[in-house]
């Protein structure tokens, strides 16, 4: 990984620490596949974080162009896939 988490100087250590474990599941989703809850966990705490469309839409942007990999379809896949399905990018 050569490439930097997009990440706001006022967030807390905890919020940094949820910001970067929802762009690490997207990750995982591309690289070996992650169960659907995980997932959807992690990115439940990116929101806690990013409530804002508008900011959300900034940092997936960020991370999608310093990564290549689109959060928003880790997303939309997760929430489309069976129950128990494991995502897979």
Not at 35 to 54: C, H, I, R, T
Not at 61 to 74: D, L, Q, T, V
Request: glycine share 4%.
């Amino acid at each position: 990984m050569e490439y930097q988490y997009p990440m706001d100087v006022d967030w807390t250590t905890e919020e940094k620490i949820a910001v970067i474990s929802f762009f690490q599941a997207v990750e995982k989703a591309y690289e070996k596949g992650i169960a659907k809850q995980e997932l959807l966990n992690s990115y439940k705490g990116f929101k806690e974080v990013v409530p804002s469309k508008a900011e959300e839409k900034t940092h997936c942007a960020a991370f999608e162009k310093e990564s290549g990999y689109s959060p928003y379809h880790a997303v939309k896949t997760a929430r489309e896939a069976e129950e128990t399905a494991m995502i897979r990018m």
